[in-house]
């Protein structure tokens, strides 16, 4: 299993890549905010372990091995940040603690999430337990209950 880091370092790599095929190493240092110093390091390690081809002082691009590697990661923190969203948590708060729990989670977690994150996408229209589980995150209620209890007091206003 590949560090945190190594995946951040391949991810950057893919998402900069995408437009021209290749990076620098002043980049991928831009979007980390690291040291130059530190991604050339970083970069002579991931070509020795055939994740990137690194010339130095001119580009760096993924092979097979680090394109896979990176699409994946990528994947997990689409997945996780859908899933967040749809809990009702904030785009911008979804994608930062996405980019955290991505490397942590087992496989068989990532699974079941994107499972679920694809049901809820193909449910049709608004499921009402989505609903419900939205309004139970506004009021505290949940929905059920609350019309339980208008129900119980009409009944009990019947009774007399």
């Known amino acids: 299993m590949l560090s945190r880091r190594t995946e951040d370092y391949l991810e950057a790599i893919y998402q900069l890549s995408m437009e021209k095929g290749y990076t620098r190493v002043k980049e991928i240092a831009s979007k980390l905010k690291v040291k130059p110093a530190s991604v050339s390091e970083m970069m002579a390690k991931l070509a020795k372990e055939g994740y990137i081809v690194y010339e130095k002082r001119l580009f760096v691009t993924l092979t097979e091995k680090g394109r896979a590697v990176a699409e994946s990661v990528r994947e997990r923190r689409e997945i996780l940040v ?42 049709p229209m608004d499921p009402k337990w989505l609903s419900h589980f939205r ?26």
């Open 82 to 123: 859908k899933f967040l969203v749809t809990l009702g948590v904030p785009r911008h708060i979804a994608e930062e603690d996405a980019c955290i729990i991505e490397h942590v989670l087992h496989p068989e977690t990532v699974k079941q999430l994107k499972n679920f994150v694809r049901f809820v996408e193909e449910s």
């Open 135 to 160: 309004k139970f995150c506004q009021s505290g209620v949940h929905p059920c209950k609350a019309s339980l209890k208008v129900s119980s007091t009409k009944a009990d206003s019947l009774v007399v």
